[in-house]
């Protein structure tokens, strides 16, 4: 998802934005009041948009690859505990000592948030090419 979101944004000419956006907006400006004045604001809007726009996706990139490493983080976490108690459970012969699974199970938790907030970020994500 990364990369599609950079090359999205990688023909962007954010410059040419800034450019068309002072234009328009110095057009507005000198426009009698009436339907042209509100075109050019229109469009000085919608340019401006534009121009947030890669910005908005670079963040929502951002916060999807922190995401992705802490789930993966936690993930090893959960799995590395799981397997220091499966060591112990095989090391007590008896099965008399009572193990608590308190830990692997948060982690398990926090991984399963970290998938949540993925799949969100992915349906923003979605949303905004939608309307791009």
Not at 26 to 31: C, K, Q, T, V
């Amino acid at each position: 998802m990364a990369g599609v979101i950079d090359a999205t944004t990688a023909g962007t000419d954010r410059e040419a934005l800034r450019r068309d956006e002072r234009r328009l907006t110095n057009e507005a400006a000198a426009a009698t009041p009436g339907p042209v004045r509100e075109a050019k604001r229109a469009s000085a809007r919608a340019v401006a948009e534009r121009l947030a726009s890669p910005t908005r996706l670079a963040d929502l990139r951002d916060l999807m690859t922190a995401t992705i490493e802490a789930t993966a983080l936690r993930l090893e976490a959960a799995a590395e505990r799981g397997s220091m108690l499966a060591s112990l459970r095989a090391a007590d012969d008896a099965g008399t000592r009572q193990l608590d699974l308190t830990a692997p199970g948060d982690e398990l938790e926090a991984v399963q948030a970290g998938l949540d907030e993925r799949g969100e970020i992915t349906r923003i994500l979605q949303d905004e090419d939608a309307t791009s």
